[in-house]
């Protein structure tokens, strides 16, 4: 499955290297082995969209060990999409405080 690369947090290399893949490939080709830091996981996506905010609970990801970041695969991502755009009902809705920073 191809995984697109939509991170969560601010961009860090996975694995020691900017483009892990390369590396793996680079270190396999010198018969280094190279520690799978990545995990397959059930996560929650939070997201702001027309000044409304959405949670969509158990995405699955693949999750970086070492960083936290996120990694989607494009058919998630899309129906994430049509989560959001569509006319379902979300399962549920919940009230949450907000506070500015003062």
């Not at 191809?2 to 793996?24: E, I, K, P, V």
């Not at 270190?27 to 995990?39: C, I, N, Q, R």
């Not at 494009?74 to 549920?92: C, F, N, W, Y």
Request: aromatic residues 10%; hydrophobic residues 35%; proline residues 4%.
């Amino acid at each position: 499955m191809t995984w697109r690369f939509l991170m969560r947090f601010r961009q860090r290399s996975c694995g020691g290297s900017t483009n892990s893949r390369s590396m793996l490939l680079t270190k396999a080709s010198f018969g280094m082995k190279m520690k799978e830091t990545m995990v397959d996981a059930k996560v929650t996506y939070m997201l702001e969209h027309g000044g409304k905010f959405y949670i969509v609970e158990r995405v699955p990801a693949r999750v970086c060990k070492e960083t936290g970041e996120q990694y989607f695969a494009p058919e998630t991502v899309e129906h994430i999409q049509a989560l959001i755009k569509g006319s379902k009902k979300p399962d549920k809705i919940i009230e949450t405080p907000v506070y500015e920073y003062a």
